[in-house]
């Protein structure tokens, strides 16, 4: 158990809807990760979170992703008006700072029909 | 820019048998390696790391990983297979040099196949 929960673990939807996806890391992980997987590719940085500020956007991040981590605790990733590239593992990850082992949670897998 | 390679995307071994899983890396300064192992539709597992000292690293599950500075390499091993190692494993390098103060970069990922 890494510790690092996601929910939900699978969400189909419509072409245009938005979703939210939700990650609680443990209390200790200050910096927080979120990466994108898509079939037969290896995870790809999106953004992540010192304490509760977005402290580095990929460029893989449109306008229609947003992510936030109120109070420095959870965070959500919410995709708007989705489009079927954006089907994928959206996978949330926590550290500790200084420590070096990102831990991975579950995912979220998304499928946009 | 900091990079991680898997040279193959599928390595079949028999149970009992030593296994090696090749990973080589790319990396401006002093590299700070990792393996994750991924089940199906499941997260990623750390499995190991080298950021300093002993270059022969020990990790979960019986795993092991040598580092080789001159080679630029960071392969994984295990002296005996089963076939519950059977899973797709992804060599990656936390990123220093860009914004994200550490961000993991990686590889491909290989799928390995352990036959009884």
């Known amino acids: 158990d890494t510790g690092v929960s996601q929910d939900p673990r699978h969400k189909i939807t419509k072409r245009g809807q938005n979703v939210t996806f939700r990650c609680d890391p443990i209390s200790e992980h200050n910096r927080l990760y979120w990466y994108r997987q898509t079939l037969g590719q290896g995870p790809e940085f999106l953004t992540y979170f010192q304490n509760e500020a977005q402290l580095e956007k990929s460029r893989l991040l449109s306008d229609r992703f947003s992510a936030e981590r109120p109070k420095g605790s959870f965070s959500t990733l919410e995709i708007q008006r989705t489009e079927q590239g954006d089907s994928a593992m959206y996978l949330c990850?926590?550290?500790?700072?200084?420590?070096?082992?990102?831990?991975f949670g579950e995912g979220s897998w998304l499928t946009v029909v | 820019a900091q990079s991680v390679a898997q040279p193959e995307d599928q390595v079949n071994v028999a149970e009992g048998n030593p296994l090696t899983v090749k990973c080589t890396y790319s990396v401006s300064g002093n590299p700070y390696l990792f393996w994750y192992v991924q089940y199906p539709n499941r997260g990623l597992q750390f499995l190991l790391k080298y950021i300093t000292g002993d270059n022969l690293v020990k990790g979960s599950y019986g795993f092991e990983a040598e580092f080789n500075k001159s080679q630029t390499s960071f392969h994984l091993k295990k002296p005996s297979a089963l076939v519950s190692d059977s899973a797709l494993y992804f060599c990656a390098v936390r990123d220093w040099d860009g914004g994200s103060q550490g961000n993991l970069i990686f590889g491909k990922g290989t799928k390995l196949s352990v036959k009884p």
């Open positions: 990850a926590g550290v500790r700072v200084p420590g070096n082992t990102i831990y």
